[in-house]
């Protein structure tokens, strides 16, 4: 059943799509440049907060690596939309790009 869940929560929250779509949303708020370089730095948070998790995983429990996963997702997603919709700088937007990467890989992700 928690298999279930996870597997709902990972494709209901829509990662795969913001991961697919992440370089067309920084091309329309800056250029191909900045997309890029988006990309790049997504690809640097993952291995680093994996890191994080490998290190924390003993005092924290993978119920509250989760839960925070989830919370910190649900974040990246309304700054996303946020960033897009106020017209802030394409680093806000990154950042929230950066923020789900981040999140992702707390909990959702490796399980």
């Known amino acids: 059943a928690a298999g279930l869940v996870v597997g709902i929560a990972q494709t209901g929250s829509g990662l795969t799509i913001c991961y697919f779509y992440s370089s067309v949303i920084m091309t329309q708020v800056g250029n191909e440049g900045m ?8 690809g640097v948070f993952r291995p680093v907060a994996a890191l994080g998790v490998i290190v ?9 690596l989760f839960l925070a996963s989830a919370t910190v997702i649900v974040a990246a997603h309304t700054w996303i939309a946020m960033a ?3 017209s802030a700088s394409p680093w806000m937007v990154g950042a929230g790009f950066w923020l789900l990467t981040t999140g992702l890989a707390l909990g959702l992700g490796p399980v």
């Open 35 to 42: 997309a890029f370089l988006n990309t790049l730095i997504m």
């Open 56 to 64: 924390s995983i003993e005092r924290c429990s993978q119920r509250m």
């Open 84 to 86: 897009v919709t106020l």
